[in-house]
């Protein structure tokens, strides 16, 4: 069975202090590792896909890194409207995604 | 700008009532999703679609869930009778399935459901 799990549950940040997410994994035959961001009383908004080992995206302050067994999502000098709930999800080859419990990010002024 | 859409964002009813929730997927995704989340549980999937067939609803409660896709625009899931641990918030996502970045999965804003 796919299992996710993230940590830590919550990261309290000060304005531009960079920081890291860890998601790791075990998935049987990973077709993709996904980020999402999930602000309060909205959907989770989709933020990279990730195939395969040693790949990374960028996206303003957020970079995802891969590798075989776990994820990172780098946070560099966070800003306040970074604060949000940050999941993590693989679909291996049953072709669902399993999603983490995400980690909650706060970043204060 | 293409999003996808929910209907009721909010619903409270009463156990034992019938409760229908309806989703339009994102123009031209043929892959539509329901999950629901819980603080407990997080975010499960219930059920999936693609070209409007059912291909796993694994997720669901078969005794009182039921999704279906009418048309390729529509999408939806009831639950009869509603139970107060159905409370929740339901969301759907649609995706392109086949396609390059096929496993992509883009979200509704959710209907959040109160069963008292």
């Known amino acids: 069975e796919d299992q996710v799990t993230q940590s830590p549950e919550a990261l309290r940040l000060q304005e531009g202090e960079s920081s890291s997410l860890n998601c790791s994994y075990t998935v049987s035959g990973l077709r993709g590792l996904f980020w999402y961001r999930q602000d309060p009383g909205k959907g989770p908004e989709f933020l990279f896909t990730l195939y395969s080992a040693g790949e990374e995206k960028e996206k303003e302050r957020l970079k995802a890194t891969l590798t075989k067994k776990e994820s990172f999502l780098h946070i560099t000098a966070p800003k306040p409207e970074d604060s949000a709930t940050y999941l993590c999800?693989?679909?291996?080859?049953?072709?669902?995604?399993?999603f983490g419990a995400g980690t909650q990010v706060v970043v204060t002024p | 700008d293409a999003r996808v859409t929910q209907t009721p964002r909010h619903k409270v009813t009463e156990m034992g009532q019938e409760v229908t929730m309806r989703c339009q997927p994102i123009?031209?995704?043929?892959?539509v999703f329901w999950y629901r989340q819980t603080m407990m549980q997080g975010l499960e999937l219930l059920a999936y679609?693609?070209?409007?067939?059912?291909?796993?609803d694994s997720g669901m409660p078969k005794d009182r869930f039921s999704a279906e896709m009418p048309d390729a625009t529509l999408a939806t899931l009831k639950i009869q009778p509603s139970e107060p641990r159905d409370s929740a918030v339901y969301f759907c996502?649609?995706?392109?399935?086949?396609?390059?970045?096929?496993?992509?999965?883009?979200f509704g804003p959710g209907t959040r459901l109160t069963v008292t």
């Open positions: 679609f693609r070209n409007r067939a059912p291909l796993d």
């Open positions: 996502a649609s995706g392109l399935g086949g396609g390059a970045n096929s496993y992509e999965q883009y």
């Open positions: 123009l031209g995704h043929n892959t």
């Open positions: 999800a693989v679909m291996g080859s049953w072709g669902k995604l399993q």
